[in-house]
């Protein structure tokens, strides 16, 4: 991407990522790709209405870089035969291994292995408890045979299969192909590269492209503090508000200078923000990362500046 050329998902002209770590630690990335040439999302639609060919084009690139099967499938999976295979016990986990060199004997054999395997452990999704820790009182997780309720999951992994990528009449989002019920949207390219899970996503037009707009948007404005940590500082400030201790040394209950209820709620805020503020939970691999860039420290990749936007003044506009 830095010379121009073309990268896995064609040629970029810009991107932005940025790096999270997940609760115990791990980092990851979440980038955004400006594919060159992409039109923005009405046009999209219109020519695809308009122009059938370009539509196929789209289709055909949209499924040469995104796979949402296993490899070997050459058509939609059955929910009855989409069965998760288990590595065999002391087969260590494909992401250890290095990834095959074109020169190594048997080179297809050992790349196909390893994918495959890759695919099981880091693409096959298999429901649990924390993909319905969002669903409201009144929800079950449970269908009435005791299993997960797929269409309720917050991973969007619905179990719904499609032979082929179709626009849908009713949004005029784009249906990517999906031949198997448990495999997430991935390039293959870049599991055997990454040794690991990736979710890729084209933005195209229609709600699809809508709703992850807005999943993007709320996900790089989120806050890095987690709820539960944002209460146990609140408490925590609460509690040192009401501790006598931390209280004004010329404070004396029953004299003039005992501070007012309003006083008493400034101070608490206060405290509270600053004790929010204070509250930043760096995890050992990302502070290695740090250490690592310490030349330009960043916990984001991009190839272009951008222009700061002071929201306040825009709304006021």
């Not at 987690?226 to 209280?247: C, G, H, S």
Request: with cysteine; charged share 25%; hydrophobic share 35%.
């Amino acid at each position: 991407m830095a010379n121009g050329g073309h990268g896995l998902f064609g040629k970029v002209d810009a991107y932005y990522g940025t790096v999270e770590t997940q609760q115990r630690g791990s980092l990851h990335l979440h980038m955004l790709l400006w594919i060159s040439g992409a039109l923005p999302p009405q046009a999209l639609r219109d020519t695809m209405e308009s122009d059938s060919a370009y539509k196929l084009r789209l289709f055909s690139y949209l499924e040469s870089v995104i796979a949402t099967s296993m490899p070997g499938d050459r058509g939609v999976v059955k929910p009855s035969k989409a069965v998760f295979v288990k590595r065999p016990t002391g087969e260590p986990h494909p992401s250890t291994l290095r990834c095959p060199h074109p020169d190594d004997t048997n080179f297809q054999e050992q790349w196909s292995a390893q994918l495959k395997r890759l695919t099981y452990d880091s693409h096959y999704h298999q429901h649990n408890s924390g993909c319905y820790k969002n669903l409201k009182p009144s929800q079950s997780p449970f269908l009435p045979d005791g299993s997960y309720n797929p269409a309720l999951c917050r991973m969007r992994m619905n179990g719904v299969t499609r032979p082929e990528t179709v626009i849908d009449p009713e949004t005029g989002s784009i249906l990517l192909r999906r031949w198997h019920p448990d495999i997430n949207q991935h390039n293959r390219l870049l599991t055997m590269l990454a040794r690991g899970n990736n979710d890729v996503k084209f933005i195209g037009s229609g709600e699809g492209a809508k709703a992850l707009t807005y999943y993007v948007t709320d996900y790089v404005t989120k806050d890095n503090l987690p709820m539960e940590d944002i209460y146990a500082a609140l408490v925590k400030t609460v509690e040192r508000v009401r501790d006598p201790r931390y209280q004004d040394p010329s404070f004396v209950v029953g004299k003039e200078t005992e501070p007012t209820s309003l006083e008493r709620g400034r101070k608490l805020l206060r405290r509270a923000c600053n004790s929010l503020l204070a509250s930043r939970e760096i995890a050992a691999q990302e502070a290695a990362m740090f250490f690592e860039k310490k030349d330009s420290p960043s916990d984001h990749y991009t190839n272009v500046s951008f222009a700061p936007l002071i929201w306040g003044n825009f709304w006021r506009w």
